[in-house]
């Protein structure tokens, strides 16, 4: 099983001192707004069979949503595709044990698939397992992006 974390970093201005600029708060808002980097977190990553990559994500302050992209080759001899299971923590160590978030990728074999999901951010931290369902073959996570909304 292979983990990685992603954090993205937002900066956050407050004005603490005198009265409160609300002109200021809603250009920053609408900024967020605007503000859609995507990053990509995985390229090129072999999954064996029955292996799974777990993307552990930590949603900003103000984001309500995760968009995740996925890409993924499969052999010409793959039976199945991958999975995709969505997990949530109120603190980055405690996540659900179980999930009802549960996405079956496109599968063909011998052909690259690419899908976008939407997970809304209903908790700080989330977490996302893609798991290979193919008991014999890899899958080639050829690419995975993450965009904050």
């Not at 052999?75 to 405690?94: L, M, R």
């Not at 700080?124 to 995975?144: F, H, K």
Request: proline share 4%; hydrophobic share 35%; net charge negative.
């Amino acid at each position: 099983m292979s983990e990685i974390t992603y954090s993205p970093t937002i900066q956050i201005q407050r004005n603490f001192q005198g009265s409160v600029d609300y002109s200021q708060i809603l250009q920053s808002f609408m900024k967020s707004l605007a503000d859609r980097t995507t990053e990509q977190v995985i390229s090129n990553v072999t999954l064996e069979p029955s292996k799974d990559q777990i993307i552990n994500i930590g949603v900003p302050y103000g984001k309500s949503a995760v968009v995740i992209t996925i890409k993924s080759s499969y052999s010409g001899s793959a039976t199945n595709g991958i999975t995709i299971k969505v997990y949530y923590s109120p603190d980055g160590q405690n996540y659900d044990t179980d999930t009802d978030e549960i996405y079956e990728h496109p599968f063909t074999a011998g052909q690259t698939k690419q899908k976008t999901y939407i997970i809304a951010a209903v908790q700080p931290y989330i977490r996302v397992v893609i798991s290979n369902n193919d008991t014999a073959e890899n899958v080639t996570l050829d690419g995975v992006w993450i965009t904050m909304l």
